[in-house]
């Protein structure tokens, strides 16, 4: 419960839209995408630095927990106030401050969403790659924070390739201003770094500076199709051992093409066991040249079927489809324990084999979709939550897959982060060590533990 006078403090300081207090709009901000909920004491939509800054120095003076929140489609519960508190929304710093051509980089404010970024860069000219498939809600605060990943990774990368610098305000409510426009500083520790991927643990991210790239001439896309899982995951190494890089190389199990399969014209055969969305992008003659080679690749991979979308209509027809699985997956059943380990490509068959023979010996469903190119699997572990003994196997289920993600050398989160949902498995993937490290970071920034408190590191 927070002081009826430090609520009355914080309306002095954000206009009296901007603090929410009622039972139903707490309810709004108790939830994300994972399965998790607790209600915040109230709810902050700033609109500056400074008025974050102020909020920030009275949580810190009353030990109030803090949890920045962007759009809240995280998969982690990283915007579940745990511990009761004050959410900080963002999503009304919406502004795109610059795009500057002549560096090839943008500055925006951190509730920009991430679609209207690339829409905006793109009728430049120009290129902002990361594509969580999120994106038409989710925001580029949330994408830093959570160091956001997506189908394009696996020829540009993730979050962390773009962000050059951002200016954030730490839990004493002062500002950190890191990085900047040159492709190259080593001036003291990389703090840049640092806050990727730190989900709001350690400071609210109230700018940030991205690097962009000039906007590929074309794209080619196909759709897949394999009897067998080995043959697709065969086919994907042989593809980026022949140097040439697909934009995108993305996986679906047979569970997943039963859900797409009345979103798509396409006509995928009932005995189809795996498909593959590839894209390649580039100049003309290079994509030509490229898809030529790849669909050679695929067909002595044993592909049955290989589409090339006609037009860009076809091609957006495919990536909503493909957008479409995760929400569309709770048809199969009402609760979905959506995993997204990762394993080094070359042992993405044996990993799939694995899930297989976990989903077999805990007699669950287990729907695997994902970003193969890069070996990040979504593993979805379809349950039930008011099953109670169907949740135990389920449960079961999740702790083995992660065993033996880490037995392959691979990690248990490649791009959703740790939030709650994942911080008790966090020691098994980096040591003791590595949780002490951790920790020493935490508590030098920030001592009295107010910055989204419960989330990343398990309890003590
Ligand atoms: C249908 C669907 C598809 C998805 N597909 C993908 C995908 O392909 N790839 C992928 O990586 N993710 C995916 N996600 C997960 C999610 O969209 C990403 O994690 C995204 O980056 C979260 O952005 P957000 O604005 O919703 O952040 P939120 O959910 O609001 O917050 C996420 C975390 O970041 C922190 N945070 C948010 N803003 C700030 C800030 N300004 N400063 C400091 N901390 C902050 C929060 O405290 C929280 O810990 C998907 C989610 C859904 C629902």
Same mark, same amino acid.
């Given at each position: 419960?927070?002081?009826?006078?430090?609520?009355?403090?914080?309306?002095?300081?954000?206009?009296?839209?901007?603090?929410?207090?009622?039972?139903?709009?707490?309810?709004?901000?108790?939830?994300?995408?994972?399965?998790?909920?607790?209600?915040?004491?109230?709810?902050?939509?700033?609109?500056?630095?400074?008025?974050?800054?102020?909020?920030?120095?009275?949580?810190?003076?009353?030990?109030?927990?803090?949890?920045?929140?962007?759009?809240?489609?995280?998969?982690?519960?990283?915007?579940?106030?745990?511990?009761?508190?004050?959410?900080?929304?963002?999503?009304?710093?919406?502004?795109?401050?610059?795009?500057?051509?002549?560096?090839?980089?943008?500055?925006?404010?951190?509730?920009?969403?991430?679609?209207?970024?690339?829409?905006?860069?793109?009728?430049?000219?120009?290129?902002?790659?990361?594509?969580?498939?999120?994106?038409?809600?989710?925001?580029?605060?949330?994408?830093?924070?959570?160091?956001?990943?997506?189908?394009?990774?696996?020829?540009?990368?993730?979050?962390?390739?773009?962000?050059?610098?951002?200016?954030?305000?730490?839990?004493?409510?002062?500002?950190?201003?890191?990085?900047?426009?040159?492709?190259?500083?080593?001036?003291?520790?990389?703090?840049?770094?640092?806050?990727?991927?730190?989900?709001?643990?350690?400071?609210?991210?109230?700018?940030?500076?991205?690097?962009?790239?000039?906007?590929?001439?074309?794209?080619?896309?196909?759709?897949?199709?394999?009897?067998?899982?080995?043959?697709?995951?065969?086919?994907?190494?042989?593809?980026?051992?022949?140097?040439?890089?697909?934009?995108?190389?993305?996986?679906?199990?047979?569970?997943?093409?039963?859900?797409?399969?009345?979103?798509?014209?396409?006509?995928?055969?009932?005995?189809?066991?795996?498909?593959?969305?590839?894209?390649?992008?580039?100049?003309?003659?290079?994509?030509?040249?490229?898809?030529?080679?790849?669909?050679?690749?695929?067909?002595?991979?044993?592909?049955?079927?290989?589409?090339?979308?006609?037009?860009?209509?076809?091609?957006?027809?495919?990536?909503?489809?493909?957008?479409?699985?995760?929400?569309?997956? &709770? !048809?199969? #059943?009402?609760?979905?324990?959506?995993?997204? =380990?990762?394993? @080094?490509?070359?042992? $993405? *068959?044996?990993?799939?084999?694995?899930?297989?023979?976990?989903?077999?010996?805990?007699?669950?469903?287990?729907?695997?979709?994902?970003?193969?190119?890069?070996?990040?699997?979504?593993?979805?572990?379809?349950?039930?939550?008011?099953?109670?003994?169907?949740?135990?196997?389920?449960?079961?289920?999740?702790?083995?897959?992660?065993?033996?993600?880490?037995?392959?050398?691979?990690?248990?989160?490649?791009?959703?982060?740790?939030?709650?949902?994942?911080?008790?498995?966090?020691?098994?993937?980096?040591?003791?060590?590595?949780?002490?490290?951790? &920790? !020493?970071? #935490?508590?030098?920034?920030?001592?009295?533990? =107010?910055?989204? @408190?419960?989330?990343? $590191? *398990?309890?003590?």
């Amino acid at each position: 419960m927070i002081e009826k006078a430090v609520i009355k403090k914080i309306k002095e300081i954000i206009p009296s839209a901007g603090v929410l207090v009622g039972d139903e709009e707490k309810i709004c901000y108790s939830y994300d995408a994972s399965i998790k909920e607790a209600l915040p004491d109230i709810i902050v939509k700033a609109d500056t630095a400074d008025e974050i800054s102020s909020v920030i120095k009275i949580a810190s003076e009353h030990n109030i927990p803090i949890i920045p929140r962007g759009a809240g489609t995280g998969f982690a519960g990283g915007t579940v106030p745990v511990r009761g508190g004050i959410v900080i929304s963002v999503a009304g710093m919406n502004k795109i401050i610059e795009i500057d051509r002549k560096n090839l980089m943008a500055v925006v404010e951190p509730g920009v969403i991430t679609g209207t970024l690339q829409k905006e860069v793109e009728s430049l000219g120009l290129f902002y790659p990361p594509d969580p498939s999120s994106l038409d809600i989710s925001t580029i605060g949330g994408n830093v924070a959570t160091c956001a990943g997506g189908p394009r990774g696996v020829k540009y990368g993730v979050t962390k390739d773009y962000v050059m610098g951002l200016d954030a305000i730490l839990p004493d409510g002062s500002l950190l201003s890191t990085g900047g426009k040159n492709i190259k500083s080593v001036a003291g520790y990389n703090l840049t770094s640092l806050m990727v991927g730190s989900e709001g643990t350690l400071a609210l991210i109230n700018k940030i500076i991205l690097k962009l790239l000039p906007l590929p001439e074309t794209t080619s896309t196909l759709f897949v199709s394999f009897k067998s899982i080995s043959g697709a995951t065969k086919s994907i190494n042989d593809i980026l051992l022949s140097g040439t890089t697909p934009s995108t190389i993305e996986f679906m199990d047979r569970f997943t093409i039963e859900i797409i399969r009345d979103h798509i014209d396409i006509e995928i055969g009932k005995d189809i066991g795996a498909t593959l969305l590839i894209e390649l992008d580039g100049d003309v003659e290079e994509v030509r040249r490229g898809t030529d080679k790849v669909k050679d690749i695929l067909l002595r991979g044993g592909a049955t079927d290989i589409v090339t979308a006609k037009d860009e209509i076809e091609r957006k027809h495919l990536w909503d489809a493909r957008r479409g699985i995760s929400p569309t997956l &709770r !048809k199969l #059943k009402p609760t979905k324990l959506n995993q997204d =380990i990762a394993v @080094p490509r070359a042992s $993405l *068959p044996e990993m799939i084999d694995q899930l297989h023979s976990i989903a077999e010996k805990y007699n669950i469903l287990i729907v695997n979709f994902g970003h193969a190119g890069d070996g990040n699997i979504h593993v979805n572990v379809m349950t039930d939550s008011s099953n109670i003994e169907e949740m135990g196997r389920a449960t079961k289920a999740v702790d083995e897959i992660f065993r033996q993600t880490i037995e392959l050398g691979g990690t248990i989160s490649g791009e959703h982060g740790i939030g709650i949902s994942k911080k008790d498995y966090l020691e098994m993937e980096v040591g003791k060590a590595g949780i002490s490290v951790m &920790r !020493k970071i #935490k508590g030098a920034i920030d001592p009295k533990n =107010i910055m989204n @408190p419960g989330k990343v $590191l *398990p309890d003590l």
